[in-house]
Nanobody, 122 residues
Framework: QVQLVESGGGLVQPGGSLRLSCAAS????????MGWYRQAPGKERELVAT???????NYADSVKGRFTISRHNAKNTVYLQMNNLKPEDTAVYYC????????????????WGQGTQVTVSS
């Protein structure tokens, strides 16, 4: 069984930093793109950043220059370094993979983690 487990959320003051991690576990052969999305109360889920299997990145305009996405392929883990956090970054952050191939060669598409809360407040 494949799981995505996020960690690293919490409460931080404006201007502070947090590092989110998302580890994929299970009988995995490969993972295509990985990414982070967020959903604030009363709003739709939105893209934060994605990273392809070969390291190409994409960011929402609102986080460019403040957030950095990276991944460790051998550990099946994606990270989100968030600097200069603002109150408007407050949301539940979700990890996503667009395609996982298991050892049984079963494709798992559009897979989500359970989310981790990030609150930016003084």
């Amino acid at each position: 069984q494949v799981q995505l487990v996020e960690s690293g959320g919490g409460l931080v003051q404006p201007g502070g930093s947090l590092r989110l991690s998302c580890a994929a576990s299970g009988s995995i052969v490969s993972i295509n793109a990985m990414g982070w999305y967020r959903q604030a109360p009363g709003k739709e889920r939105e893209l934060v950043a994605t990273i392809s299997s070969d390291g190409n990145t994409n960011y929402a305009d609102s986080v460019k220059g403040r957030f950095t996405i990276s991944r460790h392929n051998a550990k099946n883990t994606v990270y989100l370094q968030m600097n200069n956090l603002k109150p408007e970054d407050t949301a539940v952050y979700y990890c996503n993979t667009d395609l996982i191939i298991t050892v049984k060669l079963v494709p798992i598409r559009d897979y989500w983690g359970q989310g981790t809360q990030v609150t930016v407040s003084s």
